[in-house]
């Protein structure tokens, strides 16, 4: 299948503003169902509110448009009902690690068999250029007009720490490395979180003085490299991508399945 | 390995909204931004079939339909 067969075309031209991080990520995500071979039936997309939460109206899955923060307690609901559908979870950055920040911890402890996908453009695109638990420090924002002094999440440590079994990080401008890594991430069966950098050249771009779309991503090239690398192992200051964690451990749904199968035999014994 | 060779570029212009991605990041510098703002495939004959383009554009907007070419390994 084509990957525009994944569309809702009706939708578009969609709604993010030229150059805007999230488009790429859809792109990728698509790349990565269409390789895979997944069927359309398959796949239930959950996303919060956000720019970023936008992506589960143009896909044509079974979608489900939540509400700010709650899309994994809303995905965890879906999978435990129907837990042979592939959930998968875009969110943003706020809508993930501030008012969803609980809920991602605890899909992550339960190591429920969902991706999570955190769309990070570092700022509340959607509401005018807040900002947010992955801004960092030194940031312009419209509630940070001198400069942030919060220090940001580091997605990756903290997804490990709660529990996830699958922990990546990519850019918008390692569009293929970004699909390599969703495709693992769809197939490991545990909770996965995938954090992809993004760019709101409209708010985070403009405040922060970094330029229109094409010059953030050129960021996302510099600032990043690949785990095991040489660049890394001499740069430790740069973010590094690649796949952080990939394990097995018991998954919510199948020790969920034994506790059912458990009870029943109590009851007729 | 059979190289892939370019058919054509396709641009989707009610979709392309002129952010400049597939511009600044081509290798070989095929394409262009026109009047409208819209991209534009001005040396085709460039492409090195990559995909960079089409697989980066935050729209949707550019495809880049290939054909098998011919054996290049003697
Ligand atoms: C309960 C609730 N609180 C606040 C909001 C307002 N709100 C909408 S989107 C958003 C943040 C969006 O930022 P992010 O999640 O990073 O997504 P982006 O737009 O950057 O993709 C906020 C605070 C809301 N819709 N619902
Ligand atoms: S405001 Fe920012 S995050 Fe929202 S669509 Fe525009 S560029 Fe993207
Ligand atoms: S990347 Fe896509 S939207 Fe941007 S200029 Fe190129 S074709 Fe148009
Ligand atoms: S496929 Fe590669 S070489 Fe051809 S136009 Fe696109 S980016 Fe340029
Ligand atoms: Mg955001």
Same mark, same amino acid.
């Given at each position: 299948?084509?990957?525009?067969?994944?569309?809702?075309?009706?939708?578009?031209?969609?709604?993010?503003?030229?150059?805007?991080?999230?488009?790429?990520?859809?792109?990728?995500?698509?790349?990565?169902?269409?390789?895979?071979?997944?069927?359309?039936?398959?796949?239930?997309?959950?996303?919060?509110?956000?720019?970023?939460?936008?992506?589960?109206?143009?896909?044509?899955?079974?979608?489900?448009?939540?509400?700010?923060?709650?899309?994994?307690?809303?995905?965890?609901?879906?999978?435990?009902? @129907?837990?042979?559908?592939?959930?998968?979870?875009?969110?943003? *950055?706020?809508?993930?690690? &501030? $008012?969803?920040?609980?809920? !991602?911890?605890?899909?992550?402890?339960?190591?429920i068999d969902i991706t999570a996908i955190v769309m990070n453009n570092r700022i509340?695109?959607?509401?005018?250029?807040?900002?947010?638990?992955?801004?960092?420090?030194?940031?312009?924002?419209?509630?940070?007009?001198?400069?942030?002094?919060?220090?940001?999440?580091?997605?990756?440590q903290l997804a490990i720490a709660a529990g996830a079994t699958f922990v990546a @990080?990519?850019?918008?401008?390692?569009?293929?490395?970004?699909? *390599?890594?969703?495709?693992? &991430? $769809?197939?490991?069966?545990? !909770?996965?979180?995938?954090?992809?950098?993004?760019?709101?050249?409209?708010?985070?771009?403009?405040?922060?003085?970094?330029?229109?779309?094409?010059?953030?991503?050129?960021?996302?090239?510099?600032?990043?490299?690949?785990?095991?690398?040489?660049?890394?192992?001499?740069?430790?200051?740069?973010?590094?991508?690649?796949?952080?964690?990939?394990?097995?451990?018991?998954?919510?749904?199948?020790?969920?399945?034994?506790?059912?199968?458990?009870?029943?035999?109590?009851?007729?014994? | 390995?059979?190289?892939?060779?370019?058919?054509?570029?396709?641009?989707?212009?009610?979709?392309?909204?002129?952010?400049?991605?597939?511009?600044?990041?081509?290798?070989t510098k095929v394409l262009e931004l026109d009047f409208d703002e819209k991209s534009?495939?001005?040396?085709?004959?460039?492409?090195?079939?990559?995909?960079?383009?089409?697989?980066?554009?935050?729209?949707?907007?550019?495809?880049?339909?290939?054909?098998?070419?011919?054996?290049?390994?003697?």
């Open positions: 299948m084509a990957v525009k067969d994944y569309l809702r075309q009706r939708f578009f031209p969609h709604m993010w503003c030229p150059g805007c991080g999230h488009g790429t990520i859809l792109n990728s995500l698509l790349r990565a169902i269409e390789e895979l071979g997944l069927e359309k039936n398959k796949i239930v997309m959950t996303s919060g509110i956000g720019c970023s939460s936008r992506i589960s109206g143009y896909v044509d899955f079974h979608s489900l448009h939540t509400m700010h923060g709650r899309a994994l307690a809303c995905a965890t609901g879906v999978k435990l009902s @129907r837990p042979h559908l592939n959930v998968i979870v875009p969110m943003g *950055d706020g809508d993930a690690l &501030a $008012i969803g920040g609980n809920h !991602f911890i605890h899909a992550a402890r339960r190591n509340y695109g959607m509401t005018g250029g807040q900002f947010s638990p992955l801004s960092g420090t030194n940031i312009k924002a419209t509630t940070a007009p001198y400069k942030t002094i919060d220090q940001e999440f580091d997605v990756v @990080r990519s850019t918008a401008f390692h569009a293929k490395e970004s699909t *390599d890594v969703l495709k693992k &991430a $769809i197939q490991h069966k545990g !909770f996965s979180v995938v954090e992809i950098l993004s760019q709101c050249p409209t708010h985070y771009g403009r405040k922060n003085k970094e330029g229109d779309a094409v010059s953030m991503l050129e960021l996302h090239k510099t600032n990043t490299a690949k785990l095991g690398s040489k660049a890394l192992e001499k740069n430790p200051g740069l973010t590094a991508r690649g796949i952080f964690v990939d394990l097995e451990k018991p998954e919510y749904c199948a020790e969920y399945d034994k506790i059912i199968a458990f009870a029943m035999k109590e009851k007729v014994s | 390995m059979a190289r892939q060779k370019l058919k054509e570029i396709v641009i989707n212009r009610e979709w392309c909204k002129g952010c400049g991605i597939c511009v600044h990041f081509c290798p534009v495939a001005i040396r085709p004959e460039d492409c090195i079939c990559c995909k960079m383009c089409e697989l980066r554009c935050p729209d949707l907007a550019i495809e880049v339909l290939t054909y098998e070419g011919e054996d290049n390994e003697k």
